[in-house]
């Protein structure tokens, strides 16, 4: 599958300033795939190391030698490690926090040798390993965005309709094939495996057992990964993720992942979550300012899954109630949609989004994303109907800080004054449409 992070590594690989890589990214997301693909295109040897799957090769890190380290993985391997010929991949390299270390001294011993390394957990590994970052550059993988998607599926004539189109009505044909492909992929997500079990086989069953592995995995990790004492406290607040995201007032609340249940205990476990890349928080905002980090309120916030097909299968919804849409509770639809509208803008902007609200009246902006200097609210709507009373208050209450108002919903691609409404398919190029206003 194509994938877009490809040109990146490409762009590092060529760079001057090159470091050891670290490519971050939750489990089966497309890590190793991406990685062994890069070594093929641009490489004349690729050596892998997995440290799962051989933990044995994880004593040839017991010295800081990186000519010594890679005279034995080279003779492990059967692979020649030449600078400028071969693109050496440590996987799962949090398994081993020795080669983790190792990564600054091949920077500062052997810095023309490509080294990249990848791993599931890197979030939690890096929390407390101490691991000085400057000596390495990072690059995110995430699962599949809706464009890559249709790459995948080979809509080759939509992919090229996304990319380029400007602010006017899209023509009826490409919309109805958007719309179409948008509800397929809130069925499969972007995990790479049930994208491809759709492609190849067109078979909800199958798409649906892919999913279900992937929970276990993910469930698995818990259990391997996480401290004895948070492994049930992170099982709960997953489990409880798809009811936060169905209620009303989407602020995760901590006593709906256990009857009273209190910050202060869940709070390492859903710390957990957030460095596995399993779930993103997304804080209220008290108002529009840059860095929108400085605004957060700390106490509220919500929590969305990785993927929306994941979401989905958390969930319990079978295929056909998610493309037709009529058989969810708005909540929860909306809910949905929101999960599929942050995947798409994460990848586009730097600043994590955030929220904003306002009690007695109650009025909420679905996201309020940073770019360079201004603050832009996003209101999300899973349909046609697009009435928002929230939108025009917050417009009203920060009229200086407001240049323009961004909503995503099933209406067409238009401008009507300082209103964008982006349809939901292209969510994928929200910030290069907000650009051309």
Not at 294 to 303: G, M, N, R, S, V
Request: proline content about 5%.
């Amino acid at each position: 599958m194509e994938r877009a992070l490809l040109s990146e590594l490409v762009t590092w690989q060529q760079s001057p300033r090159r470091k050891p890589l670290l490519l971050q990214g939750v489990r089966q997301c497309g890590k190793t795939w991406l990685l062994q693909q890069f070594g093929r295109d641009h490489f004349q040897h690729t050596a892998y190391i997995n440290f799962d799957e051989n933990p044995e090769y994880a004593d040839f890190f017991a010295t800081k030698d990186v000519k010594r380290i890679t005279s034995n993985l080279s003779l492990a391997t059967g692979v020649p490690i030449a600078a400028g010929q071969t693109l050496l991949i440590l996987d799962e390299i949090q398994g081993c926090p020795a080669a983790l270390n190792a990564l600054k001294y091949f920077h500062e011993n052997m810095s023309a040798l490509h080294v990249a390394a990848a791993g599931s957990l890197l979030g939690v590994a890096l929390a407390g390993s101490g691991f000085p970052v400057g000596q390495v550059d990072f690059l995110e993988l995430g699962p599949l965005t809706f464009t890559e998607f249709l790459t995948a599926m080979g809509d080759d004539n939509l992919v090229e309709f996304s990319r380029t189109t400007k602010i006017e009505a899209v023509p009826a044909p490409f919309l109805s094939l958007l719309d179409e492909r948008f509800r397929t992929y809130l069925v499969t997500g972007g995990l790479p495996e049930p994208v491809n079990a759709w492609v190849t086989e067109r078979d909800t069953a199958l798409v649906a057992k892919a999913l279900s592995g992937i929970l276990r995995a993910y469930e698995l990790d818990f259990a391997k990964h996480a401290r004895s004492t948070n492994f049930p406290k992170i099982s709960l607040i997953w489990a409880s993720l798809a009811s936060q995201l169905a209620r009303e007032n989407k602020k995760f609340l901590y006593q709906a992942v256990k009857p009273g249940a209190r910050a202060r205990e869940y709070e390492d476990a859903l710390q957990w979550l957030v460095g596995a890349k399993l779930v993103t928080k997304v804080f209220r905002s008290t108002k529009p300012g840059v860095p929108v980090a400085a605004y957060d309120d700390l106490a509220a916030f919500k929590l969305y899954a990785v993927d929306v097909g994941i979401l989905r299968r958390l969930a319990k919804l079978d295929a056909p109630s998610v493309a037709s849409f009529e058989t969810i509770t708005a909540e929860f639809r909306g809910g949905l949609i929101e999960n599929y509208v942050l995947q798409a803008v994460l990848p586009q902007i730097d600043a994590t989004p955030r929220y904003w609200s306002q009690a007695n009246p109650s009025y909420e902006v679905d996201f309020l994303i940073q770019l360079g200097t201004d603050v832009l609210p996003v209101e999300v709507k899973s349909g046609s109907a697009v009435h928002s009373k929230s939108l025009t208050r917050y417009a009203e209450l920060f009229a200086n800080d407001t240049k323009l108002r961004v909503r995503l919903s099933g209406q067409d691609l238009a401008l009507d004054g300082d209103l964008l409404n982006v349809p939901l398919p292209l969510a994928d190029q929200a910030v290069r449409l907000i650009g051309m206003v």
